[in-house]
C-alpha cells in the first residue's frame, strides 16, 4: 500500500505564489509516476503535471510556464510550485502515485487552493 499527504494549500491573491507538497509512504518503490491533478466541483479531475522517477516532467497547457513539479527523492516527497497564480487556479489539488504492474492509481486526500481576483 501507498499513502500520500498533501499539504501546503490556502487562499493567495492573483499573482501570488504557493508551494504544495506530497509526502509519500509506504511500498512507494512500486510507483514510476507522480503527478497533481485538480478538481473543481461540477468537473472532472484534471491532469496538471507529473513527474517520472527519472525526473522528466510533464505539464497541462494551462500551467506551463508558471507553475514546476519537481521531487526529493531522499525525503519520498514531490513539490508542485505555483507562481503567478490566477483564480482560475481555484481548485481542490490532489497528489496521485502511479503503479504500472498491476495498474493502480493512489491518491491523496486534497488541498484546497483559493486564489481570489
Known amino acids: 500500500q501507498v499513502q500520500l499527504v498533501e499539504s501546503g494549500g490556502g487562499l493567495v491573491q492573483a499573482g501570488g505564489s504557493l508551494r504544495l507538497s506530497c509526502v509519500a509512504s509506504?511500498?512507494?518503490?512500486?510507483?514510476?509516476?507522480m503527478g497533481w491533478y485538480r478538481q473543481v466541483p461540477g468537473k472532472q479531475r484534471e491532469l496538471v503535471a507529473t513527474?517520472?522517477?527519472?525526473?522528466?516532467?510533464n505539464y497541462a497547457d494551462s500551467v506551463k510556464g508558471r507553475f514546476t513539479i519537481s521531487r526529493d527523492n531522499a525525503e519520498n516527497t514531490v513539490y508542485l510550485q505555483m507562481n503567478n497564480l490566477k483564480p482560475e487556479d481555484t481548485a481542490l489539488y490532489y497528489c496521485?502515485?502511479?503503479?504500472?504492474?498491476?495498474?493502480?492509481?493512489?491518491w491523496g486526500q486534497g488541498t484546497q487552493v483559493t486564489v481570489s481576483s
Open positions: 513527474i517520472t522517477t527519472g525526473g522528466n516532467t
Open positions: 509506504g511500498n512507494i518503490f512500486v510507483l514510476n509516476l
Open positions: 496521485n502515485g502511479h503503479r504500472p504492474l498491476p495498474n493502480k492509481d493512489y
